[in-house]
């Protein structure tokens, strides 16, 4: 049989703040933690809350998350940002907008995707993408300030010091 890759199993995430970073995933943004095995170091696995809640993000947090400086890294490096389907729009600006989290808003030309960019805690930007046919309320915001622009950063890591 020929080799072929039948999709994405997981994304693993590095981060200096375990807590933290469960409350975004989690608490902010209604992904699930599950059973994760034990490594020997702190972590968590996050899964989307379905019947099946396969675990999409794996959580490094201690030993295997410091670099040579003793420290974990931050942002995404070369991996520009991981793409999540949501439904529910106007629901996650909302969360945002509540906790003082910073998001970007853009339209795909062409299409009916409308997407929200997001940092977490460790900067690493997430793009939630949305059918907007599925959805209701405006449209994204397209206005400067608000625009999703690619190759510009918008994370600001004094944002996470409540969580």
Not at 14 to 24: C, E, G, Q, S
Not at 124 to 129: A, I, K, P
Not at 142 to 151: D, K, L
Request: proline share 7%.
């Amino acid at each position: 049989m020929a080799g072929i890759i039948t999709g994405l199993f997981h994304v693993a995430i590095k981060t200096a703040d375990l807590a933290k970073t469960r409350w975004f995933y989690c608490d902010l943004l209604g992904l699930a933690e599950v059973a994760r095995p034990d490594f020997g170091y702190p972590g968590a696995w996050i899964a989307v809350p379905t019947p099946v809640g396969e675990a999409i993000i794996h959580i490094y947090a201690g030993g295997p998350a410091l670099g040579p400086e003793g420290k974990a890294p931050s942002g995404t490096g070369a991996i520009d940002h991981i793409s999540l389907t949501a439904v529910g729009y106007h629901d996650f600006i909302a969360r945002f907008h509540q906790r003082g989290i910073d998001w970007r808003e853009f339209l795909v030309p062409n299409t009916t995707y409308w997407q929200l960019f997001v940092y977490d805690p460790s900067g690493v930007q997430l793009e939630l993408t949305f059918d907007g046919r599925a959805e209701q309320g405006a449209s994204p915001d397209m206005s400067p300030g608000r625009r999703y622009v690619a190759g510009t950063s918008f994370f600001q890591p004094s944002q996470y010091e409540f969580a």
